[in-house]
């Protein structure tokens, strides 16, 4: 790669923020998102994803702004990346409320980008879609917005993300990437871009569409193989017998996997294997394995949410006006990452049921959970419970007294992680 190549990155979050740290260390870079105060939090030196390298980042910035031929700038101004020549697209790929592929903020990045795009530039793209997607729905909305000829005038590729949020161990640059370009050439120049900073090396898928599917199938696998532990611990509830101790004794064979049963949720996982189902169903088919999965995946909070009313009915509790301690929201352990959370599903479950339901996390923003879920985040834990949640498995929660929490010895403590010493808890999957 050219050191005169200046590396725009479309969208900072999770995803784009940690990309652009690590181009800025060898390229010229421009991070830039639509939102103003991520723009302003990333300028102060700030990350609230926790996914950064600050001192790299800091540093990184100082050399953009000494004029080095290297660096790294944020900016909220579209016109700051016009003198960009590679435009890396990181944006969101959620659902909508019918489980159906929300392309809004992938082809508003487009037309965006359509309008500083210039000849022989490349549009690269790191969004989970289905197969096609780049070159059936965003091209054309390149061409039409910025009146060139796709592989004439701009040219695009696709290398799927595959961060994995709050992980220290398993970052961007230890993760090998998929790569692919519109052109033998593009592909070359896409793939000796991401080789540059990847220090686990690259995969050159041979089309683009190839290297949407793969990441499709990454996470469509994943789901559908937690589901079917979900669904052995839903037949386990019904007899009698604890999930963690079957699979510690079907683990004992070397050709086993060691999957556990809870919540799935986040951003790929949960989402990533609608996306595969949409594309399959445009083209007459409709998937069985993938969406049973998905099926059993999606209803595992009301399961948990009924399996408690009914442990506390066994004790003689009231439901109505009970008071419950949900502990964790985001989706995942050790991160702020809120995503697609299925622990809303618990707490929304509960509340039909008539119940006080409290929601505690140490590493939740308060204000992005009650502006995606209209749940308010206590800020300290309290006593007094008459069911406990344990529905993420974040390290602060080994400290809790559980003891303390509790109502009397009536009180029900559930744990979705078979993460506490099990001699705390009536109940978990």
């Known amino acids: 790669m050219s050191k005169d190549h200046v590396i725009a990155i479309v969208g900072l979050g999770y995803v784009g923020l940690p ?13 830039y998102d639509i939102n103003k105060l991520r723009i302003d939090e990333l300028n102060e030196g700030n990350d609230h994803t926790k996914e950064a390298d600050i001192e ?15 660096g790294l700038k944020f900016s ?19 659902i909508d409320q019918f489980k159906a592929p929300n392309l809004k903020p992938l082809i508003n990045a487009s037309a965006m980008l359509g309008k500083v795009l210039k000849k022989g530039d490349i549009v690269i793209y790191e969004s989970t879609v289905y197969p096609g997607c780049t070159e059936e729905d965003c091209v054309p909305v390149l061409e039409d917005t910025s009146g060139l000829k796709y592989n004439v005038d701009f ?19 230890k993760i090998k990437k998929v790569t692919s370009g519109s052109t033998p050439e593009v592909a070359n120049i896409v793939d000796n871009l991401y080789k540059s ?18 990441k499709a199938i990454e996470n469509a696998q994943r789901d559908i193989n937690i589901s079917f532990v979900n669904e ?15 699979i510690e004794a079907a683990g004992s064979k070397w050709n086993f996997l060691k999957y556990k049963p809870g919540l799935v949720g986040g951003h790929c996982i949960g989402v990533d294997p609608y996306y595969l189902a949409h594309k399959a169903e445009s083209l007459g088919y409709h998937p069985q394995v993938i969406l049973s999965g998905r099926r059993v995946n999606d209803n595992m909070g009301m399961f948990v949410a ?24 985001t989706f995942k352990e050790n991160c702020p990452d809120i995503r697609n959370s299925k622990v809303v599903d618990i707490y929304r479950e509960l509340l039909q049921f008539g119940m006080n339901v409290q929601v505690f996390d140490p590493h939740a923003n308060e204000r992005e959970v009650e502006e995606e879920y209209g749940i308010k985040l206590i800020s300290d834990i ?48």
Request: net charge positive; with cysteine; aromatic share 8%.
């Open 197 to 214: 900073i990847i220090d686990a090396g690259t995969f050159r898928a041979s089309s683009i569409k190839v290297a949407e599917a793969s």
């Open 76 to 94: 909220a101004d579209v016109e700051a990346i016009r003198i960009a020549n590679i435009f890396i697209v990181t944006v969101p790929t959620p």
């Open 56 to 70: 790299s980042m800091k540093t990184s910035m100082s050399y953009y702004t000494a004029g080095s031929d290297k």
């Open 382 to 429: 309290g006593t007094g419970f008459d069911a406990v949640i344990l529905a993420v498995a974040h390290n602060e929660f080994l400290e809790v007294d559980f003891k303390k929490l509790r109502n009397g010895h009536e009180t029900v403590i559930f744990d979705t992680k078979a993460f506490l010493d099990r001699t705390l808890v009536d109940g978990r999957l």
């Open 19 to 31: 990309l652009a740290i690590e181009f800025g260390k060898k390229y010229k870079v421009i991070g």
């Open 306 to 329: 009924n399996k408690v009313v009914k442990l506390m009915i066994q004790k003689g509790q009231r439901i109505g006006g009970a008071k419950a301690l949900i502990l964790g929201v």
């Open 155 to 173: 040219f695009c590729g696709y290398s799927p993300e595959r961060i994995n949020p709050g992980d220290k161990v398993n970052t961007l640059t």
């Open 232 to 246: 052995l611990a839903l037949i386990f509830d019904r007899i009698g017998i604890d999930t963690t101790d079957v």
